[in-house]
Nanobody
Framework: QVQLVESGGGLVQPGDSLRLSCAAS????????MGWFRQAPGKEREFVAAIDWSGGNTYSADSVKGRFTISRDNDKNTVYLQMNSLKPEDTAVYYC?????????????????WGEGTLVTVSS
């Protein structure tokens, strides 16, 4: 079992940066792949990024490549999403997720465990 709590969302202007954090509890964190998904108003949930248990392999959606970076600190049981050059179309509720592998999360656009989500609004 993994419990996930996101933080770091807020209102920013286009071009700004924001870092989301996801604090995990449960002994399975260090062996779990972690990911971020988002859901914009009126749209379906979409995969954003994922990272394997070691942090050695990461995967990102084409829409955020070069702008968003996922990382993790297993000593702190925390996964991060650094978001740079934010655009209005990045506005969404961002969800932290955990599963067995990052490629599984990307392939099924889902995960076994979810946080409650944190809202990111990009607007001038």
């Amino acid at each position: 079992q993994v419990q996930l709590v996101e933080s770091g969302g807020g209102l920013v202007q286009p071009g700004d940066s924001l870092r989301l954090s996801c604090a995990a509890s449960g002994r399975a964190f260090s062996s779990s792949a972690m990911g971020w998904f988002r859901q914009a108003p009126g749209k379906e949930r979409e995969f954003v990024a994922a990272i394997d248990w070691s942090g050695g392999n990461t995967y990102s959606a084409d829409s955020v490549k070069g702008r968003f970076t996922i990382s993790r600190d297993n000593d702190k049981n925390t996964v991060y999403l650094q978001m740079n050059s934010l655009k209005p179309e990045d506005t969404a509720v961002y969800y932290c997720a955990a599963d067995l592998s990052p490629t599984t999360m990307r392939a099924k656009n889902g995960a076994n465990y979810w946080g409650e989500g944190t809202l990111v609004t990009v607007s001038s």
